[in-house]
T-cell receptor, first 111, second 112 residues
Framework: DTGVSQDPRHKITKRGQNVTFRCDPI?????LYWYRQTLGQGPEFLTY????????KSRLLSDRFSAERPKGSFSTLEIQRTEQGDSAMYLC?????????FGDGTRLSIL | DQQVKQNSPSLSVQEGRISILNCDYT??????FLWYKKYPAEGPTFLIS?????DKNEDGRFTVFLNKSAKHLSLHIVPSQPGDSAVYFC???????????FGTGTSLTVIP
């Protein structure tokens, strides 16, 4: 069973560094979402792709954040000049229609 | 602002009894609702969904009820099993699934 795969599972970096996360959705899923989750909170929507088109982007997504899905398959989420407040679990989800299925996330820790 | 609210951070239920998890929302444009279950160190797992044209959806031990006038939905689990112990999130979408808003979760403990 090939579910949504996220890499890496954990990332520790120093403040100010850039980081990039990868998400491989379930094959043929046209919808792809990125979320951020902090302790005690639910997943917080960041952005949504339908195939390669980025159709929704949260106001929470500052200009330090960028996401791509170049060929409508895998996606990357890049955070530039990381800050302490970026420490969180970053979740990717995909779906053909609805609902969306989640990966296990990438945990980002900023030193 | 929290558009989807789960006001009970935790719930304990005896095995075999009914678990009722509640969720309230503020945006009348929400038209699709889901419940997810989450175990530690794993991503959320989809449980059950309901669209705004229905008021009930059932799948095995899980039933979701939607009260649009009250902007309230609930998840019923019956009978509850120890394996149901997890954090449950409700989520809602205003636009056909392009964007989802999640509640803060309710931690369910089913006591054997």
């Amino acid at each position: 069973d090939t579910g949504v795969s996220q890499d890496p599972r954990h990332k520790i970096t120093k403040r100010g560094q850039n980081v990039t996360f990868r998400c491989d959705p379930i094959s043929e899923h046209n919808r792809l979402y990125w979320y951020r989750q902090t302790l005690g909170q639910g997943p917080e929507f960041l952005t949504y792709f339908q195939n390669e088109a980025q159709l929704e982007k949260s106001r929470l997504l500052s200009d330090r954040f960028s996401a791509e899905r170049p060929k409508g398959s895998f996606s990357t989420l890049e955070i530039q000049r990381t800050e302490q407040g970026d420490s969180a679990m970053y979740l990717c989800a995909s779906g053909f229609d609805l609902p969306q299925h989640f990966g296990d996330g990438t945990r980002l820790s900023i030193l | 602002d929290q558009q989807v609210k789960q006001n009970s951070p935790s719930l304990s239920v005896q095995e075999g009894r009914i678990s009722i998890l509640n969720c309230d929302y503020t945006n009348s444009m929400f038209d699709y609702f889901l419940w997810y279950k989450k175990y530690p160190a794993e991503g959320p797992t989809f449980l059950i969904s309901i669209s705004s044209i229905k008021d009930k959806n059932e799948d095995g031990r899980f039933t979701v009820f939607l009260n649009k006038s009250a902007k309230h939905l609930s998840l019923h689990i019956v009978p509850s099993q120890p394996g149901d112990s997890a954090v449950y999130f409700c989520a809602a979408s205003p636009n056909n699934g392009n964007q989802f808003y999640f509640g803060t979760g309710t931690s369910l403990t089913v006591i054997p």
